[in-house]
């Protein structure tokens, strides 16, 4: 069984410059994370999809932050226009949950390092 | 909210010496708990978690953690470590329907 798949796996960047991640997750799982993460910390949430709808953006820049999952599978992310501060991995992970308990674990793609210059 | 706190940025053990790297959580409900390793340039990987039950979870890699409701901790263990143990442990804890919340991560270095 794949895991969860992440394009592109590295990116470089000048600031004021747009950029896009996209992923997809295990084949079935019903929910989708963004998260970022810097360097030697833990993973911070960005958005939080169960199926198409995001059920948590609140930690989402939305000034420049933008996420799709249109069709409740695959899913983009996006910065426009990005910062020296953005410099971090985005990391997207999936799980499969049930309505009535959260005891699933997730399972995490490799990342996308992004460099702004 | 949820939180999770992880004491220790880093951690060092002789190679064959016990382990532990510390956890401590808040939550409202019942908490999921769950540790995950990141090794140097890959992914989380998930490791074990706590639902109900024992409170004595045993994972991948010879790991295992212990719940401990009244200190609300879930320390991480391993009985001998090994220099390939070497990574980024972050816990996570998660109720019912809510969001994962990872902790900061501790740094394990395991010495030869």
């Known amino acids: 069984e794949a895991g969860v798949v992440q394009s592109p796996r590295y990116k470089i960047i000048e600031k004021k410059q747009p950029v896009a991640f996209w992923c997809n997750p295990i084949?079935?799982?019903?929910?989708l994370y963004w998260y970022l993460q810097n360097l030697g910390q833990g993973p911070e949430l960005l958005i939080r999809?169960?199926?198409?709808?995001?059920?948590?953006d609140s930690q989402l820049p939305k000034d420049r932050f933008s996420a799709e999952r249109l069709k409740g599978v695959d899913s983009t992310l996006k910065i426009q226009p990005a910062e020296l501060g953005d410099s971090a991995v985005y990391l997207c992970?999936?799980?499969?949950?049930?309505?009535?308990?959260?005891?699933?674990?997730?399972?995490f793609g490799p990342g996308t390092r992004l460099t702004v210059l | 909210a949820q939180s999770v706190a992880q004491p220790e940025d880093q951690v060092n053990v002789a190679e064959g010496n016990p382990l532990t790297v510390k956890c401590t959580y808040s939550v409202s409900g019942n908490p999921y708990l769950f540790w995950y390793v990141q090794y140097p340039n890959r992914g989380l990987q998930f490791l074990l978690k706590?639902?109900?039950?024992?409170?004595l979870v045993k994972g991948s890699y010879g790991f295992e953690a212990e719940f401990n409701k009244s200190q609300t901790s879930f320390h991480l263990k391993k009985p001998s470590a090994l220099v390939s143990d070497s990574a980024l442990y972050c816990c996570?804890?998660?109720?019912?329907?809510?969001?994962?919340?990872f902790g900061p991560g501790t740094r394990l270095s395991v010495l030869p």
């Open positions: 999809y169960e199926n198409e709808e995001a059920v948590d």
């Open positions: 996570a804890v998660r109720d019912d329907g809510q969001n994962f919340v």
């Open positions: 084949s079935g799982h019903n929910t």
């Open positions: 706590y639902i109900t039950g024992d409170n």
């Open positions: 992970a999936s799980s499969l949950d049930r309505v009535t308990s959260g005891d699933n674990e997730q399972f």
